[in-house]
């Protein structure tokens, strides 16, 4: 069974930190491309982040660029995303999302961590 | 990059049929769409992909056989007949653009699916 297990949200101040994990499992990760979706409350799934299946090319919405940076470890299997300089506009459930390899199909979510950047 | 647009909201009564639109910006008839349904409290679900000839591909782990889909010109149609009430949900359709590091997935505002 597919599992992804995201965690390492919270509360955090403006322009603080915050390191998100998302830990996959039913699957081998090393072969798929992953993403960081978001989804602030009440509203619309926003597009995050990707990286390609060994980690090598990244790709991030302007909103978090400079900001934000997704980075892998095939070995323990686990997708992250660091989180600088947090704003109130980044407040938002983080989903973390696999993109299945032969149509890039973005296939399994998982629950979502939510992140509150609030003083 | 395109634009989606889909209704806020639709209703339709246990048992019958509905359909959920949508709609590309103009220029982008070619997109392929992703639709997703999201339950409260839960995660979205991937559905199905969808092009001007149809499904793209395959549905979506436990997605039942009344859920279809069809792309019309700008217009990508999420179909569901015999509705249940656990059809009631959220449902998102998303494409992505460009390539590289001018990649980006663009989404729909999401329609609010009733089930009365």
């Known amino acids: 069974e597919v599992q992804l297990v995201e965690s390492g949200g919270g509360l955090v101040q403006p322009g603080g930190s915050l390191r998100l994990s998302c830990v996959a499992s039913?699957?081998?990760?090393?072969?798929?491309?992953m993403r960081w979706v978001r989804q602030a409350p009440g509203k619309g799934l926003v597009w995050v982040s990707r990286?390609?299946?060994?980690?090598?090319?990244?790709s991030y919405a302007d909103s978090v660029k400079g900001r934000f940076t997704i980075s892998r470890d095939n070995a323990k299997k686990t997708l992250s995303l660091q989180m600088n300089s947090l704003r109130a506009e980044d407040t938002a459930m983080y989903y973390c999302v696999r993109v299945a390899p032969r149509q890039l199909v973005p296939d399994y979510w998982g629950q979502g961590t939510l992140v509150s950047v609030s003083s | 990059q395109p634009v989606l647009t889909q209704p806020p909201s639709a209703s339709a009564s246990l048992g019958a049929s509905v359909t959920l639109t949508c709609t590309l910006s103009?220029?982008?008839?070619?997109?392929?769409v992703d639709w997703y349904q999201q339950r409260p409290g839960k995660g979205p679900r991937f559905v199905m992909r969808?092009?001007?000839?149809?499904?793209?591909?395959s549905k979506g782990d436990g997605i039942p056989d009344r859920f279809s889909v069809l792309g019309s010109g700008l217009n990508r149609y999420l179909t569901i007949k015999n509705i249940q009430e656990e059809d009631e949900s959220d449902y998102h359709c998303g494409a992505d653009h460009g390539s590289g590091s001018n990649f980006v997935v663009v989404f729909g505002g999401g329609t609010k699916l009733t089930v009365l």
């Open positions: 103009s220029g982008y008839s070619n997109y392929n």
């Open positions: 039913g699957f081998t990760f090393s072969s798929y491309w």
């Open positions: 969808v092009g001007t000839g149809g499904i793209v591909g």
């Open positions: 990286i390609n299946s060994e980690g090598s090319s990244t």
